[in-house]
């Protein structure tokens, strides 16, 4: 008797330990089902963010990018260039700058990080934000302005460079003769780029950023 009272005691014990273990199995597979579910809404909502984020920069960029091909002082400057000995195009950089700088510091406030003109065989021409900086080839670092000179056409992507890592619209130029003048750079970093994101979103999005 005392022997059957004492499996009964065990029997109990162990059934109890079993739905006890099987109680917290359930329970955390639900937590885990519920942050998952969480985390996805976070991530489709991140994702909706984004898009239309680049959407954003990417309907501004095209329209400051039509602002300067339809600028008859710009692409005259730039059809100069074209031929130009390396005085001549100090001078035209310089007249470029000096015409479009002011612009330039409006969009910068705007959150347009870059303006960077490209002459056709991918070197780079002038940079708004460093005009000290010039002739250095691209190539091998901005696929986006390798492959407008290429086609002839926009190309836009996230990229590396050499002294920021941003999104970046590249548009051609011509000028009235339809000729090939070159390609005009628009770039946003990817602290513009984090900061719209983040702006009506719930939690921080990690999302790291740096300048090259």
């Not at 003769?177 to 628009?186: A, R």
Request: hydrophobic residues 40%; proline residues 1%.
């Amino acid at each position: 008797m005392i022997k059957t009272k004492k499996q009964k005691i065990i029997l109990y014990s162990l059934v109890f330990i079993s739905i006890l273990y099987i109680g917290i199995i359930v329970i955390g597979a639900f937590k885990n089902s519920k942050k998952e579910f969480y985390l996805n809404v976070q991530s489709e909502l991140l994702a909706v963010k984004y898009k239309t984020s680049d959407k954003y920069f990417k309907i501004m960029a095209e329209d400051i990018a039509s602002m300067y091909s339809s600028n008859k002082q710009v692409i005259h400057l730039l059809s100069l260039a074209q031929k130009a000995d390396e005085t001549k195009k100090a001078y035209i950089r310089h007249a470029i700058y000096k015409k479009l700088i002011r612009n330039y510091k409006r969009l910068n406030h705007m959150g347009i990080t870059q303006v960077h003109f490209h002459l056709p065989d991918n070197s780079s021409f002038l940079r708004m934000y460093k005009p000290e900086v010039f002739g250095d080839d691209v190539t091998d670092i901005k696929d986006a302005v390798v492959l407008t000179n290429q086609t002839k056409t926009m190309h836009s992507g996230f990229e590396t460079c050499l002294f920021m890592a941003g999104l970046r619209f590249v548009y051609p130029l011509f000028n009235a003769k339809k000729e090939y003048l070159g390609c005009v750079e628009i770039a946003y970093s990817t602290r513009e780029l984090l900061k719209s994101i983040q702006d009506d979103f719930i939690h921080d999005s990690q999302f790291a950023y740096s300048y090259l």
